[in-house]
């Protein structure tokens, strides 16, 4: 007997969500497509790490101080655990409007703008919002079929409008944006401090080693460290940089997409709105304001029903299908069904549920 069946599969959000990021866990980690660089990132960081404490900790510890190893091993776990953080996570997605809100999104535009004679180029899609008794402008998004909201933008590369968008990193395999600023800022911070730590003590080891057997047997016996010092040194300028850069910017409360077009600093001179004025204040905001949660609901649960053909074959109960015991040439019963799932004779055994 063939039974159909409607079986209710779980689709988790994360599974249809539109754009151009990966997802793992079931949802809870996401980030960009392109992770190369990240892991290009992983593999400077946990090498280099990997080298200072297999080679010069335990010998800085003996002839200097413990601590130097201890704060060593802070610096690197603070800096990973603000990478994973900062790569891991939303950085501020936000959803693309339904079929629904976008029909009635254009009808609202094209109400407002009136109908576009062929050939000519319509009119930008605007809208004029007030802050602090500043205009911003509102830009509709083509892709998400929204007004994006003040300081947000479409990154090409996610292929998703973020919220305070500052830029796609691609060393973190993430968008940065306002919901992981915060870790991205204390990510390069720690890192500057960490790259500064290790190549001052491998100056620290090689100077010490020198005194003992000399500077050129020193560099033969340890190439570890001279590899440390190598790419500390080129690593140094670009990650210093970022960080004093990104500080400029938290004191000011402007994100790089900002500074690069020149938002605030155009022909106009328009001001900042979202500045306080005050560089503590603005620090104050960006690293410690509250952080709003995820608007996407990732492992949000999706109900998609499947028809699945499933073949079994039933043994039938004696009520509900023909006698199961004839009468015998000696007037006994005589039984022509065995029950095999142990119910009682007037009990017909139940097919298989249907699911709903």
């Known amino acids: 007997m063939s039974v159909m069946v409607a079986r209710k599969k779980v689709v988790r959000k994360w599974e249809k969500l539109p754009g151009r990021n990966t997802f793992c866990c079931d949802g809870r980690i996401m980030m960009a497509r ?20 297999a080679f010069e900790c335990r010998y800085l510890a003996v002839q200097l101080s413990p601590a130097i190893p201890v704060f060593a091993a802070v610096l690197f776990l603070f800096a990973m655990a603000t990478l994973l953080r900062t790569s891991f996570s939303d950085p501020g997605v936000i959803p693309r409007a339904l079929p629904d809100e976008a029909a009635f999104i254009e009808m609202e535009i094209e109400a407002t703008n009136g109908t576009v004679p062929q050939g000519q180029r319509p009119p930008p899609r605007i809208k004029n919002f007030q802050i602090n008794n500043q205009i911003v402008k509102l830009k509709y998004c083509y892709t998400c079929k929204i007004f994006r909201p003040p300081r947000a933008s479409h990154c090409s590369i996610c292929d998703n409008c973020v919220e305070r968008f500052d830029h796609h990193c691609p060393w973190v395999g993430n968008c940065v944006g306002k919901r992981n600023y915060r870790y991205f800022y204390l990510f390069i911070l720690s890192l500057s401090l960490l790259t500064i730590y290790i190549f001052t003590f491998d100056i620290v080891y090689v100077a010490l080693k020198s ?3 000399g500077f050129l047997n020193t560099l033969k016996e340890t190439p570890g460290t001279v590899l440390e010092v190598l790419i500390c040194f080129f690593t140094l300028w670009s990650v210093v940089g970022l960080t004093g850069f990104h500080t400029f910017l938290v004191a000011l409360n402007q994100t790089t997409n900002e500074d690069i077009k020149g938002s605030w600093t155009g022909k106009n001179r328009v001001q900042n709105p979202y500045s306080h004025g005050n560089m503590v204040k603005n620090c104050c905001e960006v690293l410690c304001g509250p952080l709003p949660p995820s ?5 949000g649960i999706l109900q998609q029903e499947e028809n699945a053909a499933q073949e079994e074959t039933c043994t039938r109960g004696p009520s509900a299908q023909e006698p199961t015991a004839a009468q015998g040439p000696g007037g006994q019963a005589e039984e022509s069904s065995t ?3 142990g119910s009682l004779p007037h009990q017909s055994p139940r097919a298989i549920p249907e699911q709903r």
Do not use: E, M, P, S
């Not at 892991?39 to 200072?52: D, Q, R, S």
């Not at 608007?295 to 492992?299: G, I, P, Y």
């Open 34 to 53: 392109q992770k190369g660089i990240f892991y290009l990132t992983l593999f400077l960081i946990l090498g280099t790490c990997a080298l200072f404490f």
């Open 211 to 213: 005194l003992k057997i």
């Open 339 to 341: 029950q095999q799932d």
């Open 295 to 299: 608007v996407l609901d990732r492992r």
